[in-house]
């Protein structure tokens, strides 16, 4: 049983930047791909960035391509969500999300979640 918690949400102005945390424990960390996903009040939750086992292959869905950037450190059982020039429709709840096997942006493909961390842009 993997457990996960994120860290690093808050209020932030339109074009800042926020650094989430997802922290691992209970299981064997680099055995995993890791996702972001985020739920937007009102909104259906969507995929956000996936990385694969080592790190070095990464996917991202078109909305926060180019001011997202997901990357992992297996050393520290830690995944990381660089959130750089935010605008307001990236506000979400922001999870974590771990899967066992080969996963893209389905979601029924990541077996543990977190709890989740608020994001909020204003504008």
């Known amino acids: 049983q993997v457990q996960l918690v994120e860290s690093g949400g808050g209020l932030v102005q339109a074009g800042g930047s926020l650094r989430l945390s997802c922290v691992a424990s209970?299981?064997?960390?680099?055995?995993?791909?890791m996702g972001w996903f985020r739920q937007a009040p009102g909104k259906d939750r969507e995929f956000v960035a996936r990385?694969?086992?080592?790190?070095?292959?990464?996917y991202y869905a078109d909305s926060v391509k180019g001011r997202f950037t997901i990357a992992r450190d297996n050393a520290k059982n830690t995944m990381y969500l660089q959130m750089d020039s935010l605008n307001s429709e990236d506000t979400a709840v922001y999870y974590c999300?771990?899967?066992?096997?080969?996963?893209?942006?389905?979601?029924?493909?990541?077996?543990?979640w977190g709890q989740g961390t608020q994001v909020t842009v204003s504008s």
């Open positions: 209970g299981g064997t960390f680099r055995n995993y791909v």
């Open positions: 990385i694969s086992w080592g790190g070095g292959n990464t």
């Open positions: 999300a771990a899967s066992v096997g080969l996963s893209g942006s389905n979601q029924a493909q990541y077996k543990y």
